[in-house]
């Protein structure tokens, strides 16, 4: 069964330093996502990428984050200068229709900044 | 905004209970209602879904209905299993917006 991979499972990096969370999305899929959850917090969607752009972010992703997909199969998220606040675990999605469709999700990266 | 309440967490049954998980949403316009379940090491997945009014969405034993009159979508299941034990998550997806909006999220724990 296709499915979502994310890497790594878990990093751990110091304030201010910049990550790279990567994603395998499922091959014929054209909308890719992410979303973030902060311990005991909600499930919160951070961006949506279609066609090499931005569909639509939240106000959570400022200038610090950015998505690209470098190849024709990885989705990657970019946190430039972290912060203990963006210590959570990072889920990817995609799904192959935008508008109310399912979306497949990955196992998550928990990224702890220390 | 649109937002999702869903009640508070852990629950603990033993096999064979009922259960039922309470969903409630705020949203503007008609939005389509999921419940996702993420087993432990694993990613979320999809459980059920339903994508109008007094739809019922079902899987592996599971059920909820959309009720829009109530803005609820509760969760329910006759008789849990030890490998129902999971976090479950209740979601919206308002019209015309590609997000989907989760709630906190309930853990569910059942004991052979």
């Known amino acids: 069964e296709p499915e979502v991979t994310q890497t790594p499972s878990h990093q751990v990096t110091q304030m201010g330093q910049e990550v790279i969370l990567r994603c395998v999305p499922i091959s014929n899929h054209l909308y890719f996502y992410w979303y973030r959850q902060i311990l005991g917090q909600k499930v919160e969607f951070l961006v949506s990428?279609?066609?090499?752009?931005?569909?639509?972010k939240s106000e959570i992703f400022d200038d610090q984050f950015s998505v690209e997909r470098p190849d024709g199969s990885n989705f990657t998220l970019k946190i430039r200068s972290t912060k203990l606040e963006d210590s959570a675990m990072y889920f990817c999605a995609s799904s192959a229709l935008i508008v109310n469709t399912e979306a497949f999700f990955g196992q998550g990266t928990r990224l702890t900044v220390v | 905004g649109d937002s999702v309440t869903q009640m508070e967490g852990p629950v603990t049954l033993s096999e064979e209970a009922c259960l039922t998980i309470n969903c409630t949403y705020t949203a503007t316009g008609y939005p389509s209602l999921f419940w996702y379940v993420q087993y432990p090491g694993e990613g979320l997945q999809l459980l059920l879904k339903?994508?109008?009014?007094?739809d019922k969405g079902s899987n592996k034993g599971f059920e909820a209905t959309y009720r829009k009159e109530t803005t609820s979508f509760h969760l329910e299941k006759g008789s849990v299993q030890v490998s129902d034990s999971a976090v479950y998550f209740c979601a919206l997806s308002a019209s015309k917006k590609v997000e989907l909006v989760f709630g906190k999220g309930t853990k569910l724990t059942v004991n052979p």
């Open positions: 990428f279609y066609n090499n752009e931005i569909s639509e």
């Open positions: 339903a994508t109008k009014a007094d």
